[in-house]
C-alpha cells in the first residue's frame, strides 16, 4: 500500500498562499517528500511510521497521535509549554520544498 499524505492543500494554505495555478499533484508530492524526508528526520523512524499507520484518513486513531498532530500544551518544572504540532511544521516543509 502506498503512504498516504496526513495533510492537505488546504492545510498549507492555512499558513501560507498558495497560487491555485500550481498542479494539485505538484502540491501533494511536495507534501509526501516533506513528510518522508523532513518529517522523518525529526521524529525519527520509529515515531513517524507509528504516526502514519495510525492515520486512517481523516484524522488518527489514538489520541496521543492526534495531540502530536494537532498540537497543545503540556505542564513541565512549572512551566507551560505550547507546541504547534505536525501539522503545522509539515505545512511548512511542503510550502518550502514547492
Known sequence: ?????????????????????????????????????????????????????DYNGTDFDTPIYQDLYDGGNYSYNNNDIYYRGCRQLLAVYSYVRL
Not at 27 to 32: C, E, F, G, R, Y
Open 1 to 53: 500500500m502506498a503512504e498516504q499524505i496526513i495533510i492537505s492543500i488546504d492545510d498549507i494554505q492555512e499558513f501560507w498562499p498558495i497560487s491555485s495555478n500550481i498542479d494539485p499533484d505538484k502540491i501533494n508530492a511536495a507534501i509526501l517528500r516533506a513528510q518522508q524526508i523532513d518529517l522523518e528526520r525529526v521524529l525519527g523512524s520509529p515515531l513517524y511510521y507509528g504516526l502514519i499507520e
